[in-house]
């Protein structure tokens, strides 16, 4: 508890950091409401913010915008039937046929308490479970960490997208392209093509803002031009606005349940907010009495997936505080953040910068409570907003705030031509179906795994042995193979099921 009261002091004591959790809160919401712009490009666009803050403040800003921003895709999914992240699909089966019974306003109210209660719960395990985690993770050394990444690479590669084929393709490919630089043993450099300005490897940002800014613009440009702009009829009823305190009470054990399911399903790497609301939303009709009336327009419909895929937040930092693994994306980034201010990410972090670590927990906690309180009451003025701004004029003005962006990072043209390629990379990842997230995820933890593996094999007397001597290890390399081979089986059976029908 004293560390929880040394955190919410630090972020008190820092009036930036308040005001930029505040912002982070608001842009999420914004940003995640509109269709296909997702919290993580908002968080690419604003990296190079970061550059010039102090940790604190700069995670902080990208940990609450990450937060708000998964909330707001439910404001465009119950509003005009039309997802703003992934992680709300499974929120407008019912967010959608309440507005069109005229409860747009109470299904509003009911994700933003949804969202606030799960993720809430999820920011209580992550406080109290990483702690206890990383006492048993201090005790790992160079094999075991080559262990733990390689699953992770197995299993992210593996879960993350529909086909395992192309989620290990996408993660060996940001894998392969994290190792262009200067050889971190020899200090050789590899790939560099003979340019000079990858002597150090590809910059995050204008990868980053490549893969999901982008390339989404060219997916909104496609969009636009095979569509044309669309009126979007925005129904609100004063009526079916309320969210009586009775309705409310129901609501608290679906919340409850959908919370515990999207923490669990967060610890695990590569599976996510988008997992977790359908897990949720299945296991919570399944339950109900009346689930026939499901996708129907039912308030518990709304509940539980927006508290399981908020859930998921706090617990995916989790394998990145604890191991130096990234659970999802958005953790991805951030482990970029710590990166440029010097900080290591793993079990000692705890111990070297306990002020940091728990400030940025609190600032989780007031975020909740911020993109909560702008959700309950702001939520109808947001999807008006949308309603207004139509794709041909928002993701223009995008795509020159992310070239703006890439820019400034080192004022390098050459960063500009890394973002396009990117971009346009993304943009066919998109098209054919090679996830975007398990990329990154590869491309960040490769580093850390070479130097795990060949500190490794300077440690040992018996070559390759070495990872056959610890019990941790050789888990590690079992899970990968059973995730595989379960996975492989699952995509057969799915094809054959396919080829029949």
């Given at each position: ?10 972020v008190?004591?820092e ?75 499974a ?19 009911v ?63 940001g ?72 309705e ?70 989790i ?70 701004l ?17 820019y ?15 971009g ?8 054919s ?14 580093r ?54």
């Amino acid at each position: 508890m004293s560390e929880i009261i040394l955190g919410f002091s630090t972020v008190f004591s820092e009036p930036l950091t308040l005001g930029l959790i505040l912002a982070g809160a608001l842009c999420g919401v914004l940003v995640g409401a509109l269709p296909g712009l997702t919290a993580a490009a908002a968080i690419a666009l604003l990296f190079p913010l970061t550059f010039h803050l102090e940790p604190l403040p700069a995670l902080a800003l990208l940990y609450v915008l990450g937060k708000a921003g998964r909330y707001g895709g439910s404001i465009s999914a119950i509003l005009f039937n039309t997802p703003g992240t992934a992680a709300s699909a499974a929120t407008m089966l019912d967010g959608y046929p309440m507005t069109r019974k005229g409860q747009a306003g109470k299904a509003l109210k009911v994700s933003a308490v949804a969202s606030a209660f799960g993720d809430f719960l999820g920011e209580l395990l992550l406080i109290f479970g990483a702690v206890k985690i990383a006492v048993f993770t201090k005790t790992l050394g160079p094999p075991e960490y080559f262990a733990i990444m390689m699953m992770a690479f197995v299993v992210i590669g593996s879960v993350v997208g529909e086909s395992v084929v192309k989620g290990l393709i996408a993660t060996a490919t940001g894998g392969f392209l994290a190792l262009v630089g200067t050889d971190p043993i020899s200090g050789y450099s590899r790939m560099t093509l003979g340019f000079p300005q990858l002597e150090d490897g590809f910059t995050l940002v204008p990868l980053l803002i490549g893969l999901f800014v982008f390339a989404e613009v060219l997916v909104q440009a496609e969009m636009v031009h095979s569509k044309g702009d669309e009126d979007v009829n925005f129904r609100s009823s004063r009526e079916g606005s309320r969210l009586p305190m009775p309705e409310f009470l129901r609501l608290v054990p679906t919340m409850f349940r959908s919370s515990v399911i999207g923490s669990l399903i967060g610890m695990l790497p590569g599976l996510g907010s988008s997992v977790a609301c359908f897990v949720a939303y299945g296991e919570e009709r399944r339950r109900s009495k009346r689930s026939g009336e499901w996708g129907t327009g039912v308030p518990e419909g709304v509940a539980a997936p927006e508290a399981a895929n908020n859930a998921v937040s706090g617990p995916s930092m989790i394998p990145l505080l604890t191991l130096g693994i990234p659970g999802s994306t958005i953790a991805a980034i951030l482990i970029g953040v710590f990166t440029i201010h010097g900080i290591q990410v793993g079990p000692m972090i705890f111990d070297r910068e306990p002020a940091l670590v728990f400030g940025l927990f609190s600032a989780g906690l007031i975020g909740i409570l911020a993109y909560g309180l702008i959700g309950y009451f702001g939520a109808p003025l947001v999807g008006r907003m949308i309603a207004y701004l139509p794709p041909r004029i928002i993701y223009p003005f995008v795509f020159v705030t992310a070239f703006s962006a890439v820019y400034s990072g080192n004022n390098s043209v050459f960063d500009i031509g890394v973002a396009l390629i990117f971009g346009v990379i993304g943009y066919a990842m998109r098209k054919s179906g090679f996830p975007i997230a398990a990329f990154i995820i590869g491309f960040v933890l490769a580093r850390g795994a070479e130097e795990a593996f060949r500190q490794s094999l300077l440690l040992s007397d018996n070559g390759f042995g070495i990872f056959l001597e610890r019990p941790v290890a050789i888990a590690c390399f079992a899970i990968a193979a059973l995730v595989s081979v379960l996975r492989g089986a699952q995509s057969l059976r799915r094809t054959k099921s396919h080829a029949k029908t």
